[in-house]
């Protein structure tokens, strides 16, 4: 069981993993390796990586066993790495954000989610306004994947915009 | 094979067919669904349609009158619906980008 309290951050191989895909991870595992930011305890991304308090740790301890994560509790690990974006681009300011919506895109859009990530990272590497780019990537999905699955993902963005 | 201007003109419509049934064909794997996504698969159909009855338009010198008229026709009806789809497909765009 998975100690929710925990704040964890990416380990340098983890942020090599989110630009190689090269281990076979499943996608809450993977969106969680975007998400997890070494600010916020792990329980906070329940909701994001999209399955159930107690069953975190089936998502998050392959993550700590592949050395993609670490606490951040206790003396400073220097395998830790500094947030980034997935793109892989300069953090802009509000980058942990945008890494969200990318992790909820791909959550919400599943096998679809490419162009609606693209757009997401290209406004996040611009600097553009976070709700902006929600709700054209949400336009975006609207057209061309799922009206509902858009409309949700528009509705899931607002709230973790605001929160 | 006769290589009159008609003849030309009908080999540049198909040539142009073909070309918009690989652009309609590669388009759908990045529209799975959505509002595009509805009409796309009634798009690939219709020019699926078109570049099949527009292979017969280097044989039309050889065609009886009467069957000319019926592919004719049909080539102008399903050219009608395709009109119809497309200006519903930019109506819904444009209904989805100004709401």
Known sequence: MADLQEVYARTEAGVGEIKARALDLTRGQRNLLIVIDGKNTLGSFVKMVGCAPEQMGDVFVPLIEYGLIASVAGAANPALAPAIPASGVASPPGSSPAQSLIALAERVFEKHAGPVVLKLEKAAAAGTDLLSAAEGAAKLAKLTIDESKAQDFLVEARRLISA | ?99
């Open chain 2, 1 to 99: 094979m006769q290589l009159d201007m008609i003849t030309i003109i009908g080999l540049g419509a198909v040539l142009i067919m073909l070309i918009n049934l690989f652009q309609v064909l590669r388009l759908k794997s990045q529209i799975s669904g959505g509002v595009v996504g509805k009409s796309w698969n009634v798009m690939i159909l219709l020019v699926v349609l078109f570049a099949a009855g527009y292979m017969i338009l280097p044989f039309l010198a050889t065609m009886p009158v009467e069957t000319l008229r019926i592919i004719v026709s049909l080539i102008l009806f399903f050219g009608a619906i395709y009109v119809l789809v497309t200006i519903r497909l930019i109506y819904g765009i444009i209904r989805e980008l100004s709401a």
